[in-house]
């Protein structure tokens, strides 16, 4: 069965520095979405993408964070300057349709020093 | 606001007792529910959606309006349905709205 992978599945970064979080999403899917966990809260919508550009995005996805999917595969998330606060757990997610559920990836788990 | 509230951070229960894992929403328009399941060290599975109204791994859970609740039930648990449980839900713009989760353990 088809998934979505992501990489790594864990980054240790030093506050300040960028970091990309990189997503391979199922190959026929059209809609691509990034969610966060902070350790002990709830997953939380990050921004959803179609058609090359963003559909909607949450009051977190700030200036600091951007997507992109620089080829035919790769979906990644970009975080410009890391914060202590990002530290989570990131999750990728792909649909065929909007309409369609959602398949995750394993998440990337971000740890700022 | 939408929201997802799913009461019970922990669930605890003997294997072949039922069991229920409590949802409830709060949602302008129609809403679409879903239960994902994640097991250990494993990444968030699709378990139902309620549009489909079927039956996976012996699980059901019925959209109740009135109520604003969808409950994921299931008349025997098993040990390997030891699992953190989520019922996100979505709108037209297709975000997930997301509750904290039901950490369920099925004692032997």
Known sequence: EPEVTQTPSHQVTQMGQEVILRCVPISNHLYFYWYRQILGQKVEFLVSFYNNEISEKSEIFDDQFSVERPDGSNFTLKIRSTKLEDSAMYFCASSAQGDQPQHFGDGTRLSIL | ?108
């Open chain 2, 1 to 108: 606001a939408q929201r997802v509230t799913q009461p019970e951070k922990l669930l605890s229960v003997f294997k072949g007792a039922p069991v229920e894992l409590k949802c409830n929403y709060s949602y302008s328009g129609s809403p679409e529910l879903f239960w994902y399941v994640q097991y250990s060290r494993q990444r968030l599975q699709l378990l139902l959606r309620h549009i489909s109204r079927e039956s996976i791994k012996g699980f059901t859970a019925d959209l109740n309006k009135g109520e604003t609740s969808f409950h994921l039930k299931k008349p025997f648990a098993q040990e390997e349905d030891s699992a953190m449980y989520y019922c996100p839900g979505g709108g037209n713009n297709r975000k997930l709205i997301w509750g904290l989760g039901t950490s369920l353990a099925v004692n032997p």
